[in-house]
């Protein structure tokens, strides 16, 4: 069976940048429009209110399946950027009865101002979670980098930014 979750993330362009935010991850959409709305009243999100993305996100999927030979610059996947294709087979994250998931990301610096990170995927499990990162290590980009995973357990349907930007 596959399952889903939501995520909850803010976009938005200014004069010298664009910078993405995670939010959080939801097994709820009403749970997440609650912290929408919450958040839009934080200091920095409610100057770009248009900024709030909601995605879909199939968990225990690997979303970089081959290594990596160029430079991202910023939170990148390997596939298309609508993000998964969920349809009536996939059933929320809801019926697993977790409480937390596990966000998986690879990030390293190239100077000092810029980090390359790449999303790897959430996961149900840290055991899951740990297999995709042994799986990475060793491809092409990942190999020169194998310390520079991150498996962060985060708590569903709890905002991560509490105090704005």
Not at 30 to 55: D, H, M, R, W
Not at 136 to 146: A, N, S, Y
Request: hydrophobic fraction near 35%.
């Amino acid at each position: 069976m596959k399952y889903f979750l939501y995520t909850l993330e803010h976009i938005y362009t200014d004069e010298s940048h664009t910078a993405c935010k995670l939010l959080g991850f939801f097994d709820d959409l009403e749970k997440l429009e609650q912290v929408k709305s919450f958040a839009s009243e934080l200091s920095g999100f409610k100057n770009y209110p248009k900024g709030f993305v909601i995605t879909k996100y199939e968990v225990d999927k690997r979303h970089w399946e081959y290594g990596f030979n160029s430079v991202v610059g910023e939170i990148g996947r390997d596939y298309l950027t609508e993000g998964d294709i969920i349809d009536e087979t996939y059933l929320s994250v809801q019926e697993l009865g977790l409480e937390s998931v596990f966000s998986v990301s690879h990030s390293y610096t190239i100077h000092r101002y810029l980090d390359d990170e790449r999303m790897i995927g959430v996961f149900s499990s840290k055991e899951k979670a740990e297999q995709a990162v042994e799986e990475l290590k060793t491809k092409e980009g990942f190999i020169l980098h194998p310390d520079d995973f991150d498996i962060s357990e985060l708590d569903l349907n709890d905002l991560l930014w509490k105090s704005g930007f």
